[in-house]
Every structure is written in C-alpha cells, then in structure tokens.
C-alpha cells in the first residue's frame, strides 16, 4: 500500500475483554513499532520488530500487552483483560531497517475506549 | 523528567505570523533529533531530521535548527498558515540505533 494503515480506526470494548488492533506496514519496511499515545501526552514506545523478531520489548506495559509480526509484513497488538487505563490511542511505525537515520512512517492509529 | 523537554505546551498565533518551537534533551549518544508534526487524528509526519552537524535546515516554511553543545533545537514557522494548526513533536534518537525518545509536543493553533 501507499502508507501505513491500521484497523481498526476505532475501538470500544468493555474492561476486561480482550483487543487485537493490526498495522499494515509499508511494503519493504523490514522494521516495525508500536506506540501509545495517552490523551494530550508524548508518545510512549511500546515494542519493535525487526522482520518477525522483536528484540526490544521493553516499552509493554503489563504482561497483557503482547506483539506478534508474522511474515515480515502484518503486525497485531494484543491487549488482554483491558483496563480504563488502557484507553489511548495506538500507533504503528514502520522503517525500511531499524538504524539511526531511518525516518519513521505512521499509520492513522487505533483509538482504544475501555469502558 | 522527560529527557525530551518542548515549550511552550501550547501556543496560539493569527494567520501570517511567525512563531518558535523549542526543544531541550539530555538524550546521549546523540544520533540525531526529527522534528514532525502531528494533525488531529493523524499519525506524525516528519519535518526535517538535523544530525550532530548540521546547524540549520529548511522545508518550505519550516526551519530548524540545532545546538548540539547546548543541547537544544528550535522549530520556526514563517507566515503561518491555518493548515499549520498541528502538534509538532521532537524526537531524539541515540547511536547505534537506540530508542527514540518523544518529546510532548507542543500544540499549535493558527486562528484566521
């Protein structure tokens, strides 16, 4: 595709119940991120993947957070048991390779509303 | 403390003035620093990335520059536009391929 997409654009969902929210990279994009970003804050990086491995976890909030990336390509946010602090939107980045001087292409994010 | 620092945290401006963004960091080894901007409901886009050397650089109306002594790089806008209502966000990145690190943003309302 052109850019980045995501999906789905809007998410609500009641606490406790579990999302998966997807991210189409740029096709060639070898390196992709997921990020949150919480109402009027910065962003806040979560997880990257470099092809389908994901050497730096570190951002994931909580042991209900995980990431998959199959194929190189598709990447899903899986949020179990979501709570109301799990609300914000999240946006996916991709690169062509993860280093210095790559600049980042975003998608449009995923607003998540926990009830 | 966020080792990402931008003020102000938001700023209002009329139609065809100009305005200054900052943007302080801590962040080290220092790779280089991007500043985009971020529409309503949009992902950020970027602006222009300035590397340890470099002091100034343009896109358009958008001219940044960078102190890497000082640790400090500002985002100016000439003649602005009602389309530059944005958040504009700085983004440091360390060597070797470490994290980026945000900044908050600063919020931009250009009023006709």
């Known amino acids: 595709g052109a850019g980045v997409s995501q999906s789905p654009s809007n998410k609500v969902t009641e606490k406790g119940k579990d999302v998966e929210l997807r991210c189409d990279p740029i096709?060639?994009?070898?390196?992709l991120y997921w990020y949150r970003q919480s109402l009027g804050q910065g962003l806040e990086f979560l997880i990257y993947?470099?092809?389908?491995?994901?050497?730096?976890k570190s951002g994931l909030p909580s042991d209900r957070f995980s990431a998959e990336r199959t194929g190189g390509s598709v990447s899903t946010l899986t949020i179990q048991r979501t709570q109301q602090e799990d609300s914000a939107v999240y946006l996916c980045?991709?690169?062509?390779?993860?280093?210095?001087?790559?600049?980042?292409?975003f998608g449009p994010g995923t607003r998540l509303t926990v009830l | 403390k966020n080792q990402v620092e931008q003020s102000p945290q938001s700023l209002i401006i009329l139609e065809g003035k100009n305005c200054t963004l900052q943007c302080n960091y801590t962040v080290s080894p220092f790779s280089n620093l991007r500043w985009y901007k971020q529409d309503t409901g949009r992902g950020p886009v970027s602006l222009t990335i300035m590397t340890f050397s470099e002091n100034t650089k343009s896109n358009g109306r958008y001219t940044a520059t960078l102190d890497a002594d000082t640790k400090q790089s500002s985002l100016h806008i000439t003649a602005s536009q009602l389309s530059d209502s944005a958040s504009y966000i700085c983004v440091v990145r360390r060597t070797n391929a470490g994290k980026s690190t945000f900044g908050d943003g600063t919020t931009l309302t250009v009023k006709p």
């Open positions: 980045a991709s690169s062509l390779v993860y280093q210095d001087y790559n600049e980042q292409f």
């Open positions: 993947f470099q092809g389908n491995s994901a050497p730096d």
């Open positions: 096709s060639g994009h070898t390196a």
